[in-house]
T-cell receptor, first 111, second 115 residues
Framework: DQQVKQNSPSLSVQEGRISILNCDYTNSMFDYFLWYKKYPAEGPTFLISISSIKDKNEDGRFTVFLNKSAKHLSLHIVPSQPGDSAVYFC??????????FGQGTRLTINP | SQTIHQWPATLVQPVGSPLSLECTVEGTSNPNLYWYRQAAGRGLQLLFYSVGIGQISSEVPQNLSASRPQDRQFILSSKKLLLSDSGFYLCACPLAAGVNTGELFFGEGSRLTVL
C-alpha cells in the first residue's frame, strides 16, 4: 500500500525558473508532511515541513502547499539554482513515530 | 547536535551469508531510531523503528531483524541474505531531541550488495 506517491520520477527546469514537485497521499491520519532532499550516496536531509492543519509554509526559496481535500501537496522552489539538483522525497508523518516516504523525484536544474 | 555513525559503509556479501549493520547515535538521548532502505531505483522504505531499548516495530515482512541493545545503538541483522536485500541502508533519529514531527537526521548509510 503506497501511502505517499510521487508520480513524476524526474523533472528538468531551467536555472532561475520555478520548480514544482508534486506529491499525493492516501493516509488521512498523517499529522505532518515533509520534504527531504537527497544527493547520491548520502542520507536525505530535511528541507521543509507543514502541519496537516496548515495549507502553506514558506522558508526562503522553498514553499510547501497542502491541499487536504485533494490529498495533494507540492513543493515550490523559486528561483531554482544548480545546487537544487537532487532527488526530492515527500513524506507523511503519523503518530509521532512513523515517517513514510514517496518514491522520489529527480530534479535537474539546467544552466 | 547529533551525529550518526553507520558501519560498515560498504559491504559485499554472498547470498545466504549473515549480516550485521550497526548504527550508533551521539549527541542525543532516548531517541526514536529508524532503519530505512533504498533499493536501486526505488524510494525510501521504512524497515524498523524503535522508541526505546528492546522495543522494535517491524514495518515490512522480510528476513531482516533489528535490535536495540543500548539507548543509542541500533543493529540490523539477517541470518541468510537474499539478492533482494541489496540496497542502501540508512539509520535515522529525530533532528531535534524531544521533537517528533517527522524531521529526521540521517546517517551516511551502508551500501549492501548481495551477490
Amino acid at each position: 500500500d503506497q501511502q505517499v506517491k510521487q508520480n513524476s520520477p524526474s523533472l528538468s527546469v531551467q536555472e532561475g525558473r520555478i520548480s514544482i514537485l508534486n506529491c499525493d497521499y492516501t493516509n488521512s491520519m498523517f499529522d505532518y508532511f515533509l520534504w527531504y532532499k537527497k544527493y547520491p550516496a548520502e542520507g536525505p536531509t530535511f528541507l521543509i515541513s507543514i502541519s496537516s492543519i496548515k495549507d502553506k509554509n514558506e522558508d526562503g526559496r522553498f514553499t510547501v502547499f497542502l491541499n487536504k481535500s485533494a490529498k495533494h501537496l507540492s513543493l515550490h522552489i523559486v528561483p531554482s539554482q544548480p545546487g537544487d539538483s537532487a532527488v526530492y522525497f515527500c513524506a507523511g508523518f503519523q503518530g509521532a513515530q512513523k515517517l513514510v516516504f514517496g518514491q522520489g523525484t529527480r530534479l535537474t536544474i539546467n544552466p | 547536535s547529533q551525529t550518526i555513525h553507520q558501519w560498515p559503509a560498504t559491504l559485499v556479501q554472498p547470498v545466504g551469508s549473515p549480516l550485521s549493520l550497526e548504527c550508533t547515535v551521539e549527541g542525543t538521548s532516548n531517541p526514536n531510531l529508524y532503519w530505512y532502505r533504498q533499493a536501486a531505483g526505488r524510494g525510501l522504505q521504512l524497515l524498523f523503528y524503535s522508541v526505546g531499548i528492546g522495543q522494535i516495530s517491524s514495518e515490512v515482512p522480510q528476513n531482516l531483524s533489528a535490535s536495540r541493545p543500548q539507548d543509542r545503538q541500533f543493529i540490523l541483522s539477517s541470518k541468510k541474505l537474499l539478492l533482494s536485500d541489496s540496497g542502501f541502508y540508512l539509520c535515522a533519529c529525530p533532528l531535534a531531541a524531544g521533537v517528533n514531527t517527522g524531521e529526521l537526521f540521517f546517517g551516511e548509510g551502508s551500501r549492501l550488495t548481495v551477490l
